[in-house]
Structures are given as C-alpha cells and as structure tokens.
C-alpha cells in the first residue's frame, strides 16, 4: 500500500487548476506548458533578455494576481547595476514578449538613455505652461510648480494638453542633459507606457529626487508625479503665505514606476532617504495606496517615519478640490509609524499559521543532531548565541556555517565581521570554496596572481553572485565606532539590502569599551528587530574557567553554562537558544583533541535542553564531521 502525504495531494490539485488558468490566460501550447512547471500564480514565467540592460536572460517576468483574482505579468531584472521594473504593457512595447506573452525570435533592443536629438526634439515641441484652452489650469497644477520639477506638456492642434512628461534621472541631476535618463510619457487621461524616451521605470532615483540635495529635515513620498506636484505646490503655497518666501521647498518626490513598486525604490534610495530626518508618507486613501505604503516603510528607519491621512482620495483631489488648508493639517498631523502591539485572543490566534510557517535556517550536515533538537533548524525571529573558549575551534565551526548558509539559506545573510577586514573575510571564503588556504601563498604577487587564474575567477564569481547576478550575502566591515553607529549600519542591512539573517563574529567586541547603559539599549535593540522578523546568530566568547583533572591527572573540560558568556550575560538572557561548543585543547589523544561536544543550554522553541552531539574536524581534510559518523565511515573504508 502507498501512502501519500493529504498536504501533497491538496498542493498538486491547485497546482494543476493554476496551470489551467494560466493556460486559457496566456495561450500557451502544450509544450511551453510541459517547460513551465512552476508556472503558478506569484510564480516565474520565464526569463528573458533585459531591454534596458542588455543582459540575456536576467529579466524574471512573474505571473501575479490583482486583488479581484485578474492575472497580469510583471517583471524585474535582477542585474545589480540595472533592477529595471517592467509592467505587462511595457514587457509587450519592449519586445520581450508578443501579443500572446511569448518571447519573440529577435532579441528586443537595448534601451539607452535619451539622446540630445532626443530632448530637443522633445523640447520643441512641449513646453511647462499648464494652462488650458478655456483659461483653467490642467488639474490646478500651476506652470511655475510644473517647470520646477520639469514636466513638460504638449497639445493638439487646437490647444487642447494630450500629453504629459516626466523627467526621470539617476544619481542626481545638476541641470545638465547627462544625469537626465529619460521621460516617462502619459497620454491623457491615463495612457502609461507608451512613447517613453530613454530609460524610465524603477532603476532610476524617485521622480524629483534630483532636485533636492542630500539631507533635510523633511522628505515627502507620494505615489504618482501629479500628486507629487500638487503636494509641493501646497506646500509652496504655504510657506509663501506666511511669509517664508525664501525658505527651501520641502523635498517631494514620488516613485517612477506605480505604487506598486514604492517598496522597491525605497530601498534603492535608502541611503537617500535616511539623510533627511523625517520620511512623511502621503499615499492615496484607497487600499491600493494604504497597501504600498504599509510594504514600503518596511525598508526604511522605523523612528523616522510618518504617515499621512488625507482628508479625501488623493493629493490632487484636494489640491483641485480648493481643500489648501485641510491638506496643510493633514500633513501636520502626520503619525509617526508606531506598531501595534496589543493583540487580542482573536487577532493572536489568526497570527498561529504565520508563526508555524516560518522559513527555518537549516544548519551544515555536520550539524544534523543539533538541527535535529531545534526541531530543524533556526526559525526566523529568533536569537542565537554560539559560546566557546578561545582557541576552541570557534572561527571553524562559524564559518562552515556562513559558507552554508551562503549557498543554502532561505534568506539574506548580514555579516558583522569584528576581527576581519571584508577583503580577509572574502579570502577566507573563498578560500574554503576552492579547498585550497590562499593565505599559505608566501609571494604577494603570486597570491594575486593565484586568484586571478580563470578558473578562481570563476569560483569567485560563484561565491559573491547568485545565477541571477544578485549578491549572496553583504558584508559589514564594522571594527570601531558606537554602538549607536552599529544600530543604523544593521538597519541599512535589514531594509536597504533585505538581510534576514545577521551574523555578528564576534559579538563581545562590539561590546568593549561602552557603559552597561548603551549595552542594554543595544540588547533592546536586537530584541526588536527579532520581532521583526530577523533572525540574529551572535558569536560569543566565554570565560576559559578552571579546568578539572581526574584521579588518573587528566585534564578535563569543565562544564560550560550562561554564566560563563564572557561580558554579554544579559544578552544570553534574551536569546532563544544558547549553544556552548567545548573542546580539550590538552588531549594527548589526537582523535579527542579535535573533538567538539555540543551542549543546548535552552532552546525556547522546542524546550530540549543538554548534550547533542560531537563535531570532529579532520585536519587531514580540514573539514568538520558529526564525530560518529566520521567514526563509523573510517571503520567501513578499514
């Protein structure tokens, strides 16, 4: 009799309804329904030839669903240099894909930024006058506010706006035509994607951004560029009534690609964004607007942040709707983000399946007895403390770990390398990649020579991107500074970079040197960004303590236990698991002597507790084993 898995069965029927929808939606043949086996709603369609970067096959088109149940296509390539975001309509005008959303036999141009024949042609035939025919303003947008931002306008023969641009820039904008990459063209009433000049979308800085230098006191996102010009010139309106004529405007900007894509160009422009003090969100009113803004400002400082509610739709439904004042109060009323934190019975039991479902952290197959007591692995949201003496083998286990997780974590990996430099770091990486220590290379010049071998080249590319390009992990060079400094440079790797994952080797340093205050209010800290969702594994030192010796004058391993965490015992405190890895540096034997025992001082997701194993690392090999399976492979090959 065969049993199969009800969770199986349930999975593979949905799966087959999704391919039959997404069979009638995009007529595919049988064949390219046979190639797409992850061909699923939210799933990949395919990949395909970047037309803005030129990369062959880094732009992934996605299936999604809208809120009502209609399937569209997106995509997104994964170049780093690039990022393009991509809407169906614009996969179909590049060339990507055919009236049936399959990817044509040519390969569709490159876009390149716009040319100076480009802007003067544009230029002659638009200007920044938003005044209509009958004396009106287009959508009460004033000229002055549009030639600003650099909105341009052009009509029909009898006068009448049809079309509006955009300018989109990248890395700032000094007025000159070389950081200018292109306009975003619109077609009245609402016409998106069609007749673009230049590269647009979402590889580019927010819409306005070029106009405000770095830093500020206040920064306003919107959601699309007319409401970014209305709340500007709101704004400027009220500054000018009280007399501040002279003050600078406040920084307005609004994403290029849609609302959709808010999130993702809010991380793009973190570094942007964290210079000014404030990052006051004005979203539209609907769900659509509330949604953006709620998935955006989690890549951003959390006490930075502000989020508007407006009086009616949107910033331009007030601004033609006369509502100066209600939206200046409105703006003023801005609340700082603060999280809900009471739960109700009914809200804690609906949040059951979320926390079940979280993705785990497998562990290095040397580690499958201690993945085993944590019930498979590390739990996003969690905290895990690693304590071993000095010289016990620390660097060795964490960094098989790292070099695992690389390859195989579900998540970003963030890295606070305290005793390494990022190129010493890299090295050591790499290093264990290629199974050959670099650093044994006593020339500098053949060293160098050594990595730039065509086939280190390739094992380097391996090991620092992804099959899409992307980064594998980033690397916080961190070894002086507060620990104020340390706070915000790991918030840049959480939402700038989407670090999941921290690994802070070795922990205590960042602890040298400050007052038990800042160390408490770092420990604060951490906990709240494991509620977040992260999942935070320090490295800890622990006291070497007195050894024991047996009657026979053996020198023993003593016990380890929290109170053994060298200067970071507080910290042991809040972690939800704490590992101590011990080893008999004194051992004669050489087998014990490159033995690790493993103890789970507290586990609080599963509650087990005591020893889970040993680790041997063969120097032979330089590699780490479960002690007994090592064992039991020597006694099979004797």
């Given at each position: 009799m065969i049993f199969v898995d009800k969770v199986e069965v349930v999975g593979v029927r949905c799966f087959y309804r999704s391919m039959q929808l997404i069979n009638r939606r995009f007529k595919l043949s049988n064949n390219q329904v046979k190639e797409s086996k992850e061909l699923v709603a939210g799933s990949l369609l395919g990949k395909y030839s970047c037309p803005e970067c030129?990369?062959?096959?880094?732009?992934?088109?996605?299936?999604?669903?809208?809120?009502?149940?209609?399937?569209?296509?997106?995509?997104?390539?994964?170049?780093?240099?690039?990022?393009?975001?991509?809407?169906?309509?614009?996969?179909?005008?590049?060339?990507?894909?055919?009236?049936?959303?399959?990817?044509?036999?040519?390969?569709?141009?490159?876009?390149?930024?716009?040319?100076?024949?480009?802007?003067?042609?544009?230029?002659?035939?638009?200007?920044?006058?938003?005044?209509?025919?009958?004396?009106?303003?287009?959508?009460?947008?004033?000229?002055?506010?549009?030639?600003?931002?650099?909105?341009?306008?052009?009509?029909?023969?009898?006068?009448?706006?049809?079309?509006?641009?955009?300018?989109?820039?990248?890395?700032?904008?000094?007025?000159?035509?070389?950081?200018?990459?292109?306009?975003?063209k619109r077609v009245l009433p609402k016409d998106f994607g069609k007749g673009n000049i230049g590269i647009t979308g979402l590889s580019n800085d927010f819409s306005g951004q070029h106009l405000f230098r770095t830093g500020g006191k206040y920064v306003v996102i919107t959601g699309g560029e007319i409401d970014k010009l209305s709340v500007a010139q709101m704004l400027r309106d009220y500054q000018i009534s009280r007399g501040q004529d002279d003050y600078d405007r406040t920084a307005v900007v609004s994403c290029t690609a849609g609302e959709g894509s808010l999130a993702k160009q809010c991380?793009?422009?973190?570094?942007?964004?964290?210079?000014?003090?404030?990052?006051?969100?004005?979203?539209?009113?609907?769900?659509?607007?509330?949604?953006?803004?709620?998935?955006?400002?989690?890549?951003?400082?959390?006490?930075?942040?502000?989020?508007?509610?407006?009086?009616?739709?949107?910033?331009?439904?007030m601004l033609v709707a006369g509502k100066h004042k209600q939206f200046i109060s409105n703006y003023f009323d801005a609340k700082p983000l603060i999280p809900d934190d009471v739960k109700t019975s009914k809200q804690a039991d609906d949040e059951i399946e979320e926390e079940l479902g979280r993705p785990k952290i497998p562990l290095p197959p040397f580690m499958h007895s201690l993945q085993r007591a944590m019930?498979?692995?590390?739990?996003?949201?969690?905290?895990?403390?690693?304590?071993?003496?000095?010289?016990?083998?620390?660097?060795?286990?964490?960094?098989?770990?790292?070099?695992?997780?690389?390859?195989?974590?579900?998540?970003?990996?963030?890295?606070?390398?305290?005793?390494?430099?990022?190129?010493?770091?890299?090295?050591?990486?790499?290093?264990?990649?290629?199974?050959?220590?670099?650093?044994?290379i006593e020339d500098p010049k053949e060293a160098v020579a050594f990595v730039k071998q065509p086939h280190i080249q390739t094992a380097r590319k391996e090991l620092r991107e992804d099959e899409y390009g992307a980064e594998r992990y980033v690397l916080l060079d961190e070894r002086s500074g507060s620990l104020e400094a340390v706070k915000k440079q790991i918030l840049k790797l959480i939402k700038k970079y989407s670090c999941k994952l921290l690994v802070i080797d070795p922990i205590n340093d960042l602890f040298e040197g400050s007052n038990l205050e800042d160390q408490t209010d770092f420990i604060k800290f951490l906990k709240q960004v494991i509620k977040d969702g992260i999942s935070v594994f320090n490295v800890c030192h622990v006291t070497k303590g007195k050894t024991q010796v047996d009657k026979e004058g053996n020198v023993m391993v003593r016990q380890l236990t929290e109170d053994d965490f060298s200067g970071v015992t507080n910290l042991i405190k809040s972690g939800g698991c704490n590992i101590v890895a011990m080893r008999n540096k004194s051992e004669t034997d050489e087998v014990k002597k490159n033995t690790t025992d493993v103890d789970i001082l507290k586990c609080r997701w599963t509650g087990y507790t005591g020893f889970v194993g040993s680790w041997y690392y063969d120097t032979a090999s330089h590699t780490l084993y479960d002690k007994e399976d090592f064992l039991q492979k020597q006694k099979t090959n004797f």
């Open positions: 030129g990369s062959n096959d880094n732009l992934l088109v996605y299936v999604k669903h809208s809120e009502i149940g209609d399937e569209y296509l997106d995509g997104s390539c994964r170049t780093p240099s690039c990022k393009s975001f991509w809407t169906e309509q614009e996969l179909k005008d590049a060339g990507v894909l055919d009236e049936n959303f399959v990817a044509p036999k040519t390969k569709p141009v490159v876009k390149t930024a716009i040319t100076k024949a480009e802007y003067k042609a544009l230029i002659a035939r638009s200007n920044h006058d938003t005044t209509m025919k009958d004396g009106s303003l287009y959508r009460s947008i004033k000229p002055e506010t549009a030639h600003f931002y650099g909105h341009l306008y052009t009509r029909d023969s009898e006068g009448n706006i049809i079309e509006e641009y955009y300018p989109e820039t990248k890395e700032g904008f000094n007025g000159e035509l070389k950081s200018l990459r292109g306009y975003k991380a793009a422009n973190y570094d942007w964004l964290n210079s000014f003090d404030n990052i006051i969100f004005c979203g539209d009113s609907d769900e659509v607007g509330k949604a953006a803004v709620a998935e955006a400002v989690t890549k951003l400082p959390d006490d930075k942040i502000k989020i508007m509610t407006l009086s009616m739709k949107d910033a331009n439904e019930a498979g692995g590390i739990p996003l949201g969690y905290m895990v403390n690693l304590g071993a003496v000095t010289g016990g083998g620390k660097t060795t286990i964490i960094n098989e770990m790292v070099y695992y997780w690389i390859f195989n974590s579900p998540v970003k990996i963030g890295i606070l390398s305290l005793e390494l430099t990022a190129g010493q770091y890299q090295t050591a990486l790499l290093s264990r990649h290629i199974g050959y220590k670099i650093n044994l």
